[in-house]
T-cell receptor, first 120, second 110 residues
Framework: GAVVSQHPSWVICKSGTSVKIECRSLDFQATTMFWYRQFPKQSLMLMATSNEGSKATYEQGVEKDKFLINHASLTLSTLTVTSAHPEDSSFYIC????????????????FGPGTRLTVT | RKEVEQDPGPFNVPEGATVAFNCTYSNSASQSFFWYRQDCRKEPKLLMSVYSSGNEDGRFTAQLNRASQYISLLIRDSKLSDSATYLCVGNGEGRRALTFGSGTRLQVQP
């Protein structure tokens, strides 16, 4: 149980185009989803926290107009990188967290396999 | 100062060795801590939670020292398959989001 998928697993796009990444919880309902980014040899950095049905909360320094997050259902969140540039090339990882009131675990998160974005 | 700091390594150890990693955290209000394992170009996977009383899972032992704000992971009888990057993870006060250390790379050699 507790499987999270991401699509696509990798994508190469040209500078200036937009890319959408999907994160799905396959066998549980995720009230909260998190989006992280990881550059080579660096740690995962939280970009934003997304709660179903409400606007995402972005971390300091993350442009909300560039990284559009939608969490329209309890099993799907999307991250759209708009007008991508080479410096946006990174490993984007989502995680999904079930409702802590039902799971009993506040910090339980399940990670997707990640999406490797290369912008040329 | 980073919220969670780790020695990046790499730690190169022979099979069968015992190896220990430490990590320090700066947010004294952090409540929960974890060790994750990340293989190259893969997502992190939860290895174990960390409790003040110390907890063990097979060859792995984790310990939390709140007074000194550090967390440790001990791996006994290292296997080749233990080669990976080990991430020290905590949460901030009132936040469900996790803060990751930059990871410690372990290479177990035959």
């Amino acid at each position: 149980g507790a499987v999270v998928s991401q699509h696509p697993s990798w994508v190469i796009c040209k500078s200036g185009t937009s890319v959408k990444i999907e994160c799905r919880s396959l066998d549980f309902q995720a009230t909260t989803m998190f989006w992280y980014r990881q550059f080579p040899k660096q740690s995962l950095m939280l970009m934003a926290t997304s709660n179903e049905g409400s606007k995402a909360t972005y971390e300091q320094g993350v442009e909300k107009d560039k990284f559009l997050i939608n969490h329209a259902s309890l099993t799907l969140s999307t991250l759209t990188v708009t007008s991508a540039h080479p410096e946006d090339s990174s490993f984007y990882i989502c995680s999904a967290s079930p409702n802590p009131r039902t799971s009993g675990k506040t910090y339980e998160q399940y990670f997707g396999p990640g999406t490797r974005l290369t912008v040329t | 100062r980073k919220e969670v700091e780790q020695d990046p390594g790499p730690f190169n150890v022979p099979e069968g060795a015992t190896v220990a990693f430490n990590c320090t955290y700066s947010n004294s209000a952090s409540q929960s801590f974890f060790w994750y394992r990340q293989d190259c170009r893969k997502e992190p996977k939860l290895l174990m939670s960390v409790y003040s009383s110390g907890n063990e899972d097979g060859r792995f032992t984790a310990q939390l020292n709140r007074a000194s704000q550090y967390i440790s992971l001990l791996i006994r009888d290292s296997k080749l398959s233990d080669s990976a990057t080990y991430l020290c993870v905590g949460n901030g006060e009132g936040r469900r989001a996790l803060t990751f250390g930059s990871g410690t790379r372990l290479q177990v050699q035959p």
